[in-house]
């Protein structure tokens, strides 16, 4: 019995759920997320240490004398990078297509 693989059938699929969601998020509030400076950045980094880096110097001049708002940057970004290596080459971590 010949089964798909996950990967191959899910990467599609996710791929038009996030395009559906940007256009969404487009509609709604009338600002193109691909269009974000803060994209192009993204699109040059090749690890998840990387998007860390670049998110931390994000957020530095956003923090008044304390850390809540990057605790949760390590492990939002580890998942995220387990999941974009779970769902395989179809979609990449940080490169979005149109």
Same mark, same amino acid.
């Given at each position: 019995?010949?089964?798909?693989?996950?990967? %191959? &059938? *899910? =990467?599609?699929?996710?791929? #038009? /759920?996030?395009?559906?969601?940007?256009?969404?998020?487009?509609?709604?509030?009338?600002?193109?997320?691909?269009?974000?400076?803060?994209?192009?950045?993204?699109?040059?980094? %090749? &690890? *998840? =240490?990387?998007?860390?880096? #670049? /998110?931390?110097?994000?957020?530095?001049?956003?923090?008044?004398?304390?850390?809540?708002?990057?605790?949760?940057?390590?492990?939002?970004?580890?998942?995220?990078?387990?999941?974009?290596?779970?769902?395989?080459?179809?979609?990449?971590?940080?490169?979005?297509?149109?």
């Amino acid at each position: 019995m010949s089964h798909a693989n996950p990967t %191959t &059938s *899910s =990467s599609p699929n996710f791929q #038009l /759920i996030f395009n559906n969601a940007l256009e969404t998020y487009k509609k709604r509030t009338k600002n193109d997320l691909l269009a974000h400076p803060l994209v192009a950045q993204l699109q040059n980094c %090749t &690890s *998840s =240490s990387a998007v860390l880096a #670049l /998110i931390h110097q994000q957020v530095q001049g956003l923090q008044r004398g304390d850390d809540r708002l990057t605790k949760w940057l390590d492990p939002t970004v580890s998942v995220l990078h387990a999941f974009s290596e779970t769902l395989g080459e179809g979609v990449s971590m940080v490169c979005l297509t149109k």
